[in-house]
């Protein structure tokens, strides 16, 4: 029994090490789909229905402000502060549950990468799991700006749109970086529920969650808060000069 202990920690920790080659190639090269968009095609394919894939790669450089803060607000607005999971979001979240009504999530856009890039859909253990693995690996060697990066390239904001770029054009015919404020807003408003709901035409209540996103982008600090988070983390935390040059002065 110890034997087969053994080589079952063995395998699995080979295979753990062989997951994160795909992750550390991503922190550099353009992510040229994710497991969702395949998902999609294979969904459209057992249904018969079309299927046309739009996505367009947007370095981090030529994505404007407002929808990185639009979906920092929406999404995750401790993004700047956790190391992958927001505990104290999961925790109301929790609550939530308990009490009863519908039910609410607190993922990350860290978990939400993780998830959209290399997982399937669905709620199991096992995946729960492997979410958690890869969301411990890009927080590890990627940047808070490469997340949010890779986040924006690949989200979904309706059937077969995928990424900003694909989706400023496909909701309001404009290029990301002319997207107005409101306009940022309402493309984060949608996404809970982005192949139901038209970012261009959303519905009340979205529309109205769409003003909180962008009180709630004003209160975080805007362009400042980018900047900020830009300056303390352009490299994951651990490969930063800053804190090797600091660990090197000890």
């Not at 639009?70 to 700047?80: G, K, L, P």
């Amino acid at each position: 029994m110890k034997t087969i202990l053994r080589k079952t920690a063995k395998w699995l920790l080979i295979l753990l090490l062989v997951s994160l080659l795909p992750v550390i190639l991503l922190r550099w090269v353009p992510v040229p789909g994710s497991m969702l968009m395949i998902e999609r095609w294979l969904e459209s394919r057992s249904s018969d229905q079309p299927f046309e894939l739009q996505q367009r790669w947007t370095p981090y450089r030529e994505l404007p402000d407002n929808i990185k803060m639009a979906v920092i607000a929406a999404e995750d607005q401790h993004f700047a502060q956790h190391h992958g999971f927001d505990l104290k979001a999961i925790r109301a979240a929790m609550q939530h549950n308990q009490r009863g009504g519908n039910l609410r999530g607190a993922s990350t856009l860290s978990q939400q990468v993780a998830k959209n890039l290399f997982l399937w859909s669905g709620r199991s253990w096992p995946r729960k799991a492997l979410e958690a693995w890869f969301t411990l690996a890009i927080e590890t060697l990627w940047s808070k700006q490469r997340i949010l990066e890779v986040y924006l390239n690949i989200v979904e904001w309706d059937d077969g749109v995928f990424g900003i770029n694909a989706a400023a054009r496909h909701h309001f015919g404009v290029a990301p970086g002319v997207l107005s404020d409101q306009q940022a807003a309402q493309l984060a408003a949608v996404l809970p529920n982005p192949r139901r709901w038209s970012a261009a035409s959303p519905p009340p209540h979205a529309l109205q969650r769409s003003q909180w996103i962008r009180q709630q982008a004003r209160q975080l600090g805007g362009a400042h808060y980018l900047r900020q988070m830009e300056a303390r983390q352009s490299w994951p935390q651990w490969l930063s000069p800053t804190n090797w040059k600091q660990r090197l002065s000890e």
